[in-house]
Protein backbone atom coordinates (compact mmCIF):
# COMPACT_ATOMS: atom_id res chain seq x y z
CA UNK A 1 0.00 0.00 0.00
CA UNK A 2 1.34 3.38 -1.21
CA UNK A 3 0.86 6.78 0.59
CA UNK A 4 0.78 9.97 -1.17
CA UNK A 5 3.55 11.82 0.29
CA UNK A 6 1.58 14.86 1.23
CA UNK A 7 0.30 12.50 3.96
CA UNK A 8 3.41 10.61 5.02
CA UNK A 9 4.65 14.70 5.25
CA UNK A 10 1.44 15.33 7.53
CA UNK A 11 1.91 12.24 9.71
CA UNK A 12 5.45 12.99 10.47
CA UNK A 13 4.62 16.15 11.34
CA UNK A 14 2.17 15.16 13.71
CA UNK A 15 4.29 12.63 15.01
CA UNK A 16 7.11 15.25 15.72
CA UNK A 17 4.41 17.12 17.62
CA UNK A 18 3.15 14.88 19.84
CA UNK A 19 6.49 14.20 20.90
CA UNK A 20 7.53 17.71 21.57
CA UNK A 21 3.96 18.15 23.60
CA UNK A 22 4.78 14.92 25.67
CA UNK A 23 5.78 15.26 29.35
CA UNK A 24 9.37 15.33 29.91
CA UNK A 25 11.43 12.77 31.81
CA UNK A 26 13.87 13.00 34.29
CA UNK A 27 17.13 12.87 32.34
CA UNK A 28 15.70 16.28 31.31
CA UNK A 29 15.00 18.37 34.17
CA UNK A 30 18.87 16.50 35.88
CA UNK A 31 20.48 19.56 34.61
CA UNK A 32 17.78 22.21 35.37
CA UNK A 33 18.23 20.63 39.44
CA UNK A 34 22.20 20.94 39.06
CA UNK A 35 21.76 24.78 37.70
CA UNK A 36 18.82 25.95 39.78
CA UNK A 37 18.67 23.80 42.85
CA UNK A 38 21.49 21.96 43.72
CA UNK A 39 23.58 25.07 45.93
CA UNK A 40 21.09 24.97 48.47
CA UNK A 41 19.30 21.69 48.21
CA UNK A 42 22.62 19.96 47.36
CA UNK A 43 23.25 18.01 44.37
CA UNK A 44 20.93 14.90 45.75
CA UNK A 45 18.37 16.67 46.75
CA UNK A 46 19.13 16.24 50.27
CA UNK A 47 18.88 19.96 51.76
CA UNK A 48 22.62 19.89 52.16
CA UNK A 49 24.23 22.52 49.33
CA UNK A 50 27.37 24.09 49.47
CA UNK A 51 25.00 27.30 50.29
CA UNK A 52 22.92 25.91 53.21
CA UNK A 53 25.29 25.98 56.05
CA UNK A 54 23.92 28.09 58.09
CA UNK A 55 20.42 29.42 56.09
CA UNK A 56 17.39 29.38 58.35
CA UNK A 57 15.61 27.75 57.78
CA UNK A 58 18.12 24.73 55.92
CA UNK A 59 16.95 24.34 52.38
CA UNK A 60 14.19 21.20 52.55
CA UNK A 61 15.19 17.55 51.50
CA UNK A 62 13.39 17.30 48.34
CA UNK A 63 13.77 13.39 48.47
CA UNK A 64 11.11 12.72 51.17
CA UNK A 65 7.38 14.44 50.03
CA UNK A 66 5.93 12.38 52.58
CA UNK A 67 3.71 8.99 52.71
CA UNK A 68 1.52 8.95 50.06
CA UNK A 69 1.50 10.19 46.13
CA UNK A 70 4.10 13.21 45.05
CA UNK A 71 2.47 16.45 45.59
CA UNK A 72 3.00 17.27 42.27
CA UNK A 73 0.36 20.57 42.37
CA UNK A 74 2.15 21.76 45.50
CA UNK A 75 5.95 21.30 44.39
CA UNK A 76 5.15 23.46 40.95
CA UNK A 77 3.04 26.43 43.06
CA UNK A 78 6.24 26.49 45.24
CA UNK A 79 8.75 26.45 42.32
CA UNK A 80 7.03 29.09 40.09
CA UNK A 81 6.37 31.17 43.58
CA UNK A 82 2.55 31.61 43.05
CA UNK A 83 2.21 29.60 46.36
CA UNK A 84 4.45 30.01 49.35
CA UNK A 85 1.63 28.83 51.76
CA UNK A 86 3.26 27.35 54.85
CA UNK A 87 6.50 27.52 54.23
CA UNK A 88 8.83 28.95 56.86
CA UNK A 89 11.04 32.38 55.62
CA UNK A 90 11.63 33.20 51.80
CA UNK A 91 14.66 32.87 50.81
CA UNK A 92 14.29 29.96 48.51
CA UNK A 93 13.40 32.55 45.24
CA UNK A 94 10.83 31.95 42.31
CA UNK A 95 11.79 30.31 39.44
CA UNK A 96 9.03 31.02 37.24
CA UNK A 97 10.44 33.50 34.76
CA UNK A 98 13.64 31.58 34.42
CA UNK A 99 11.54 28.00 33.38
CA UNK A 100 9.58 29.26 30.79
CA UNK A 101 9.15 27.62 27.23
CA UNK A 102 6.73 25.84 25.43
CA UNK A 103 4.18 24.43 27.42
CA UNK A 104 3.49 20.40 27.83
CA UNK A 105 0.45 18.89 29.53
CA UNK A 106 1.12 17.88 32.99
CA UNK A 107 -1.42 16.15 34.87
CA UNK A 108 -0.79 17.28 38.55
CA UNK A 109 -2.98 14.94 40.37
CA UNK A 110 -6.27 16.06 39.72
CA UNK A 111 -6.50 13.94 36.20
CA UNK A 112 -6.64 17.13 34.34
CA UNK A 113 -3.78 18.25 31.80
CA UNK A 114 -2.31 21.70 33.03
CA UNK A 115 -0.48 23.37 30.45
CA UNK A 116 2.70 23.58 32.24
CA UNK A 117 6.31 25.02 30.88
CA UNK A 118 8.71 22.54 29.60
CA UNK A 119 11.38 23.05 32.17
CA UNK A 120 9.07 23.22 34.56
CA UNK A 121 7.72 20.19 33.81
CA UNK A 122 11.45 18.90 33.25
CA UNK A 123 12.26 19.64 36.90
CA UNK A 124 8.97 18.22 38.47
CA UNK A 125 10.13 15.23 36.26
CA UNK A 126 12.98 14.81 38.05
CA UNK A 127 11.84 15.94 41.28
CA UNK A 128 9.56 12.55 41.57
CA UNK A 129 12.39 10.65 40.34
CA UNK A 130 14.67 10.95 43.26
CA UNK A 131 12.05 10.44 45.82
CA UNK A 132 13.14 7.47 48.36
CA UNK A 133 10.12 7.50 51.19
Known sequence: MQYP???????LGLAACVQAASMPDAQEGAPIFAENCAQCHGSGGKGDGPWAVGMVPPPADLTRFGDG???RAHVLSVIDGYDRTGLPGQEMPEFGLLLRGDTVPVDVGD???TPTPRPLAALLAYLESIQEG
Open 5 to 11: LATLIAA
Open 69 to 71: AFP
Open 111 to 113: GVL
